[in-house]
């Protein structure tokens, strides 16, 4: 699970939203503090950037970069420091920018968000560094004593709520090592490299540390962990509120669990820190001491100004980590006693964990955060220990949850011990279809989660049927009693996917439906990607470009307000606007001219063509090779034959950069990821294409190299399917799974005959057949299953008719009626999706690939010939 998704869920109860579009009124809402509203001098100029409000002097000229000093703070003394910030500021026209509200400073230091980021409230800018020097001592006198978090990125002056870092001033950017764009600082010989954003105070080599921040850094070093009777031996989490490591007590040789608190930092829904967390958490385990289902408390201290709480080390696996590996599910036809074997299992577990919960609760204890993740199944399988108790509740049934899984997020009207009994309802489908978050956007999806489970399995349908009564409870349109709640959920979808061009017109009719032109930043919402990149909503992957390609291609009637939107934002590309297919500009100009704007499209090229392309990475997604691929393309379309070197050249610095990258000596990147988008098998894709229309075979070798360095990048997981080993888990998937170099491979095979890839891509559809998959996502779900099962010429079993019906059937499992329309759930599956990458635009592209009477296709991937 990615925790970042979850603050851009607040904005809107139905899409994916920017933090900052929280409305300015009502309860939980983002408006301004009240020293934000005051007038401006004149010759000032205020203007927003993402969730931070700027404000600088029109006639002061700033360094590019430099040291620049951040301000932290507490939700509660904020307004205090902002005013006097502001007081310091403004009168010597120093510019600043600041979170402009208690809301968005609540999720800047939130438990889950960006370590490197936490903290910064005020960000000021000095001229110089004997500026920087001043400005420092004058607001640590001012401030001195009010507390904030500590800015991890940063170092501290003294021990106020002062930092210095040293970075750009200005909105630059370049390629990091892994070839994506990021923000960026001159180095000494005025390249541009990235500007570092990690978690630990960084000097960049070309600076000097000025005198007067030595006395600071010095301080910084002085509390080690050396001070503490343990011995850390590894890290098993980090969170903005802290660590969780492994760590022997020097005392017993015991094996512990430390949990590290940092005040002020690590903010839950109730604006408790990881400090006040941790000592609920102490306190919790010691009221459950003894019951064998909670972990013992060993330990309890403070290092500088950081709490420590030392547990008892649990011996055991997560259950969502048992569940991975033992859902039937994940293979391609289980038969009846795999079935029964499982559904055996999971009962007893549910078992398991409702009689430890029913412990705690005896014991006046609410968990408050039960999840696939908290719960530690002991290897024999036959006891369960609850763990993370930072949110719990002691003798208190009126609490609301603080923490919450996605998956098991309590109805805002559940109290007390009821939030457990949500919970435990939710385990009981979650055990069999791993959806639960989309309650998130309808509650009422648990009865279709339900019929399905029951259609799968051999479960008592009384044990689906509590699970959706207690879920559905108090809900405006709760299962009636006269039928059964598993039942509720057949009709549930507005049309049956298979149902084309019916599921076609509904879908397009939601993603019409979603539109949102009054917008700047996008069109049609998508993944929280649109919000990630300059111009993110009008790229290919995540934005309307990859919209209005998949409308086009499956037959939906031309939306002309669209495209005229996303001409406008062609026009005047955001600055930091990224140049790749999937992610940047070369994206838009090739959907531009293949809906006829071939004018725009070519203005576009202009400016694509004459940027730098030295650092940007050979990739499919962001770099060289959908450049390539969109250029060569255009080149056909257009009639510009000057852009077919261009193109040529795109494969000359791919090529360069495979040799590079397998040389010795050299400071080439290592491939840091597989797959059709961000791995080798794009450039195959870009030489591939290029073979057929030059016929260079030199070019069709290169494609034979780099499918090749992705298949040793593969492991054949169960049944023998081949899938992407990613060291930690393996992928299937379309984007960066097996499933995308089968795409390739289909296509390398039809122009020459090749033994280990013809025995790859027959144990890469093995990938394809799986009953389920955790999204149903174009890339990375269920979608790029159908898409590649339809156009597979592999042949043999799970590439006939029965088994892409059987994947366009699961593919509805990850479905929401949106507005009376067929939608679908985007990443993370806690909000919906219209975009081609995540959401309905991509599902809708994968259905016409199997059922539109002239199929359809990704760009650069025509179903290639039939033998």
């Given at each position: 699970?990615?925790?970042?998704?979850?603050?851009?869920?607040?904005?809107?109860?139905?899409?994916?939203?920017?933090?900052?579009?929280?409305?300015?009124?009502?309860?939980?809402?983002?408006?301004?503090?009240?020293?934000?509203?005051?007038?401006?001098?004149?010759?000032?100029?205020?203007?927003?950037?993402?969730?931070?409000?700027?404000?600088?002097?029109?006639?002061?000229?700033?360094?590019?970069?430099?040291?620049?000093?951040?301000?932290?703070?507490?939700?509660?003394?904020?307004?205090?420091?902002?005013?006097?910030?502001?007081?310091?500021?403004?009168?010597?026209?120093?510019?600043?920018?600041?979170?402009?509200?208690?809301?968005?400073?609540?999720?800047?230091?939130?438990?889950?968000?960006?370590?490197?980021?936490?903290?910064?409230?005020?960000?000021?800018?000095?001229?110089?560094?004997?500026?920087?020097?001043?400005?420092?001592?004058?607001?640590?006198?001012?401030?001195?004593?009010?507390?904030?978090?500590?800015?991890?990125?940063?170092?501290?002056?003294?021990?106020?709520?002062?930092?210095?870092?040293?970075?750009?001033?200005?909105?630059?950017?370049?390629?990091?090592?892994?070839?994506?764009?990021?923000?960026?600082?001159?180095?000494?010989?005025?390249?541009?490299?990235?500007?570092?954003?990690?978690?630990?105070?960084?000097?960049?080599?070309?600076?000097?540390?000025?005198?007067?921040?030595?006395?600071?850094?010095?301080?910084?070093?002085?509390?080690?962990?050396?001070?503490?009777?343990?011995?850390?031996?590894?890290?098993?989490?980090?969170?903005?509120?802290?660590?969780?490591?492994?760590?022997?007590?020097?005392?017993?040789?015991?094996?512990?669990?430390?949990?590290?608190?940092?005040?002020?930092?690590?903010?839950?829904?109730?604006?408790?820190?990881?400090?006040?967390?941790?000592?609920?958490?102490?306190?919790?385990?010691?009221?459950?001491?003894?019951?064998?289902?909670?972990?013992?408390?060993?330990?309890?201290?403070?290092?500088?100004?950081?709490?420590?709480?030392?547990?008892?080390?649990?011996?055991?696996?997560?259950?969502?980590?048992?569940?991975?590996?033992?859902?039937?599910?994940?293979?391609?036809?289980?038969?009846?006693?795999?079935?029964?074997?499982?559904?055996?299992?999971?009962?007893?577990?549910?078992?398991?964990?409702?009689?430890?919960?029913?412990?705690?609760?005896?014991?006046?204890?609410?968990?408050?955060?039960?999840?696939?993740?908290?719960?530690?199944?002991?290897?024999?399988?036959?006891?369960?220990?609850?763990?993370?108790?930072?949110?719990?509740?002691?003798?208190?049934?009126?609490?609301?949850?603080?923490?919450?899984?996605?998956?098991?997020?309590?109805?805002?009207?559940?109290?007390?011990?009821?939030?457990?009994?949500?919970?435990?309802?939710?385990?009981?489908?979650?055990?069999?279809?791993?959806?639960?978050?989309?309650?998130?956007?309808?509650?009422?999806?648990?009865?279709?989660?339900?019929?399905?489970?029951?259609?799968?399995?051999?479960?008592?349908?009384?044990?689906?049927?509590?699970?959706?009564?207690?879920?559905?409870?108090?809900?405006?349109?709760?299962?009636?009693?006269?039928?059964?709640?598993?039942?509720?959920?057949?009709?549930?979808?507005?049309?049956?996917?298979?149902?084309?061009?019916?599921?076609?017109?509904?879908?397009?009719?939601?993603?019409?439906?979603?539109?949102?032109?009054?917008?700047?930043?996008?069109?049609?919402?998508?993944?929280?990607?649109?919000?990630?990149?300059?111009?993110?909503?009008?790229?290919?992957?995540?934005?309307?470009?990859?919209?209005?390609?998949?409308?086009?291609?499956?037959?939906?009637?031309?939306?002309?307000?669209?495209?005229?939107?996303?001409?406008?934002?062609?026009?005047?590309?955001?600055?930091?606007?990224?140049?790749?297919?999937?992610?940047?500009?070369?994206?838009?100009?090739?959907?531009?001219?293949?809906?006829?704007?071939?004018?725009?499209?070519?203005?576009?090229?202009?400016?694509?063509?004459?940027?730098?392309?030295?650092?940007?990475?050979?990739?499919?997604?962001?770099?060289?090779?959908?450049?390539?691929?969109?250029?060569?393309?255009?080149?056909?379309?257009?009639?510009?034959?000057?852009?077919?070197?261009?193109?040529?050249?795109?494969?000359?610095?791919?090529?360069?950069?495979?040799?590079?990258?397998?040389?010795?000596?050299?400071?080439?990147?290592?491939?840091?990821?597989?797959?059709?988008?961000?791995?080798?098998?794009?450039?195959?894709?870009?030489?591939?294409?290029?073979?057929?229309?030059?016929?260079?075979?030199?070019?069709?070798?290169?494609?034979?190299?780099?499918?090749?360095?992705?298949?040793?990048?593969?492991?054949?997981?169960?049944?023998?399917?081949?899938?992407?080993?990613?060291?930690?888990?393996?992928?299937?998937?379309?984007?960066?799974?097996?499933?995308?170099?089968g795409m390739v491979l289909d296509d390398y095979l039809a122009h020459r005959a090749d033994a280990e890839f013809e025995r790859a891509r027959g144990e890469i559809v093995r990938a394809a057949q799986a009953k389920f998959y955790a999204q149903p996502g174009l890339f990375r779900g269920a979608a790029g299953m159908v898409l590649h099962l339809s156009r597979t010429t592999a042949g043999g079993p799970g590439t006939h008719a029965a088994d892409l019906r059987r994947q366009i059937a699961s593919l509805s499992w990850g479905a929401v009626p949106y507005q009376g329309h067929l939608a679908f759930a985007?990443?993370?599956?806690?909000?919906?999706?219209?975009?081609?990458?995540?959401?309905?635009?991509?599902?809708?592209?994968?259905?016409?690939?199997?059922?539109?009477?002239?199929?359809?296709?990704?760009?650069?991937?025509?179903?290639?010939?039939?033998?």
């Amino acid at each position: 699970m990615n925790k970042g998704y979850a603050v851009f869920c607040d904005a809107d109860r139905q899409f994916y939203d920017a933090p900052h579009r929280l409305p300015a009124t009502g309860k939980g809402s983002a408006g301004l503090y009240e020293t934000l509203r005051q007038e401006l001098p004149d010759g000032w100029q205020r203007h927003r950037s993402g969730d931070w409000l700027a404000f600088r002097p029109l006639d002061r000229e700033l360094p590019s970069q430099g040291w620049k000093i951040h301000v932290s703070a507490c939700l509660d003394n904020a307004e205090k420091v902002l005013d006097r910030v502001w007081d310091y500021c403004v009168p010597r026209a120093i510019a600043f920018k600041c979170m402009p509200s208690r809301y968005l400073l609540h999720t800047r230091n939130a438990k889950y968000a960006d370590r490197g980021a936490s903290g910064k409230f005020l960000t000021i800018y000095p001229a110089d560094e004997a500026q920087c020097r001043v400005i420092a001592e004058d607001l640590d006198a001012l401030l001195g004593g009010e507390p904030g978090p500590y800015i991890l990125s940063d170092l501290r002056w003294g021990a106020g709520p002062v930092y210095v870092r040293y970075g750009s001033f200005t909105e630059r950017h370049c390629y990091d090592d892994a070839g994506e764009l990021c923000p960026a600082v001159e180095d000494a010989q005025g390249r541009l490299v990235p500007d570092r954003r990690e978690p630990t105070f960084h000097v960049p080599p070309w600076v000097t540390l000025p005198d007067f921040l030595e006395p600071h850094l010095a301080a910084r070093s002085a509390t080690t962990v050396t001070e503490i009777p343990y011995r850390i031996e590894r890290a098993l989490h980090f969170s903005n509120g802290g660590g969780v490591y492994v760590a022997r007590d020097l005392r017993t040789d015991e094996r512990v669990v430390l949990k590290e608190a940092r005040p002020h930092a690590g903010l839950a829904a109730d604006e408790a820190d990881a400090v006040t967390r941790l000592r609920r958490e102490r306190d919790a385990l010691r009221r459950l001491s003894g019951l064998g289902c909670t972990p013992e408390v060993r330990d309890w201290f403070t290092l500088g100004d950081h709490s420590f709480l030392a547990l008892e080390y649990i011996e055991g696996r997560p259950l969502n980590s048992f569940f991975a590996h033992r859902h039937p599910l994940i293979e391609a036809d289980p038969g009846p006693d795999r079935l029964a074997e499982y559904t055996e299992w999971a009962l007893r577990v549910h078992g398991l964990v409702a009689d430890a919960v029913a412990a705690i609760h005896a014991r006046g204890v609410v968990f408050n955060d039960l999840h696939l993740f908290n719960i530690m199944l002991s290897e024999d399988e036959t006891s369960v220990v609850l763990l993370d108790f930072e949110a719990a509740a002691i003798d208190d049934q009126s609490v609301r949850q603080v923490i919450a899984n996605p998956g098991f997020v309590a109805p805002a009207d559940r109290r007390g011990f009821d939030v457990d009994r949500y919970a435990l309802a939710c385990l009981r489908l979650a055990l069999f279809l791993p959806l639960t978050s989309l309650f998130a956007v309808d509650r009422t999806k648990a009865a279709h989660l339900a019929r399905i489970a029951a259609e799968q399995f051999p479960v008592p349908r009384a044990f689906l049927d509590e699970a959706v009564a207690e879920i559905l409870r108090g809900h405006r349109a709760p299962a009636t009693p006269s039928t059964a709640p598993a039942d509720a959920g057949a009709d549930y979808l507005p049309v049956a996917l298979d149902d084309w061009p019916r599921s076609r017109d509904s879908m397009v009719r939601a993603v019409l439906a979603s539109a949102t032109p009054e917008r700047e930043d996008r069109y049609f919402p998508g993944d929280i990607a649109q919000f990630a990149t300059a111009g993110g909503g009008t790229s290919f992957a995540n934005g309307a470009a990859g919209v209005l390609y998949a409308l086009a291609e499956t037959g939906a009637d031309r939306c002309p307000e669209a495209e005229e939107w996303l001409l406008l934002r062609a026009k005047s590309p955001a600055s930091g606007s990224p140049l790749g297919f999937y992610d940047g500009l070369s994206g838009v100009a090739w959907v531009l001219d293949r809906l006829g704007h071939r004018e725009h499209s070519l203005a576009l090229v202009e400016r694509i063509t004459a940027e730098s392309w030295t650092d940007i990475a050979p990739d499919l997604h962001s770099g060289l090779a959908g450049l390539g691929l969109a250029l060569d393309s255009l080149a056909t379309s257009t009639g510009e034959s000057a852009l077919r070197d261009k193109a040529l050249r795109c494969a000359e610095l791919v090529a360069e950069s495979a040799e590079a990258s397998g040389g010795e000596g050299t400071q080439a990147r290592p491939a840091a990821r597989a797959g059709l988008l961000h791995g080798a098998t794009g450039t195959a894709l870009l030489f591939l294409r290029l073979y057929e229309r030059t016929k260079d075979t030199a070019l069709l070798d290169l494609a034979a190299d780099a499918l090749r360095r992705d298949l040793a990048r593969c492991v054949q997981g169960v049944g023998g399917a081949l899938q992407v080993d990613e060291g930690w888990r393996t992928m299937p998937y379309l984007g960066a799974g097996s499933v995308g170099i089968g795409m390739v491979l289909d296509d390398y095979l039809a122009h020459r005959a090749d033994a280990e890839f013809e025995r790859a891509r027959g144990e890469i559809v093995r990938a394809a057949q799986a009953k389920f998959y955790a999204q149903p996502g174009l890339f990375r779900g269920a979608a790029g299953m159908v898409l590649h099962l339809s156009r597979t010429t592999a042949g043999g079993p799970g590439t006939h008719a029965a088994d892409l019906r059987r994947q366009i059937a699961s593919l509805s499992w990850g479905a929401v009626p949106y507005q009376g329309h067929l939608a679908f759930a985007g990443e993370q599956m806690m909000r919906l999706s219209m975009d081609l990458s995540t959401g309905t635009a991509g599902c809708l592209l994968a259905l016409g690939s199997a059922l539109h009477d002239k199929p359809v296709h990704l760009p650069f991937l025509p179903p290639p010939p039939r033998p």
